[in-house]
């Protein structure tokens, strides 16, 4: 079963801020991050691993809720550059060493 | 460091004709991944392994096979290719000591078209 992405798409203006949620129906040890620009990999962002886990990295943040089995990423003052599709995979408890990815996000940054 | 190196880039097979896409990192992981990704769509988990000589079905291993024989190689082979196989393939490769507590590392991914 994927991880639920929300939302689908988003168009942001240079400045702005965005949130991307993930969320799964199984109980989780970790969610990835990633992002993806057209025709190129997929390109590593963070890794949460605890319960109540927040990471930064620059204006790009995520929080892992391991009770409601969720993740958000948070892009703040967005920058032309983080266009691309996002993606976030996660590890769940039962089936565990491989990913299972959502079916992503795609966000677009105007001038 | 070339990190993941996936070969070949490019290749247009009939439909029946049976190929091997090869996935090589240099960074002494253990686990290895091939995903494939259709258009405007997220990566689905074919096989994965877990060290040398092991592997494992992911989401959608049907029409595939792997072997990993060697712990930097990982092959994925189609036996009879069938137009619903055509695909992105990304072949990625992780450390770690338990979980996945270290990132997926990605190749350049193979553009494979089945007519």
């Known amino acids: 079963q994927q991880p639920v992405q929300s939302p689908q798409a988003v168009i942001l203006r240079e400045g702005e801020d965005a949130v991307i949620n993930c969320s799964s129906s199984?109980?989780?040890?970790?969610v990835h991050w990633y992002r993806q620009k057209h025709g190129e990999a997929p390109v590593f962002l963070m890794i949460?691993?605890?319960?109540?886990e927040q990471k930064g990295h620059d204006k790009i943040s995520a929080s892992f809720n391991e009770k409601k089995q969720q993740s958000s990423l948070y892009l703040t003052a967005s920058q032309l550059s983080y266009s691309g599709t996002y993606f976030c995979g996660t590890e769940r408890m039962d089936s565990s060493y491989k990913l299972i990815f959502g079916s992503g996000t795609r966000l677009l940054v105007r001038p | 460091n070339a990190g993941v190196t996936q070969t070949p880039k490019f290749r247009v097979l009939k439909t029946g004709q049976s190929m091997t896409l090869l996935c090589a990192q240099d960074m002494n992981h253990e686990y290895m991944y091939w995903y494939r990704q259709d258009p405007g769509m997220g990566l689905r988990l074919i096989h994965y392994?877990?060290?040398?000589?092991?592997?494992a079905k992911g989401e959608v291993p049907d029409g595939y096979n792997v072997s990993r024989l060697k712990k930097q190689n990982f092959l994925l082979g189609l036996e009879s290719a069938a137009p619903s196989q055509t695909s992105v393939y990304f072949c990625?490769?992780?450390?770690?000591?338990?979980?996945?507590?270290?990132?997926?590392?990605f190749g350049d991914g193979t553009r494979l078209s089945i007519l």
């Open positions: 392994s877990v060290g040398e000589g092991t592997t």
């Open positions: 990625a490769s992780s450390g770690g000591t338990w979980n996945l507590n270290q990132p997926q590392h």
């Open positions: 949460l691993l605890k319960g109540g």
């Open positions: 199984k109980a989780l040890y970790s």
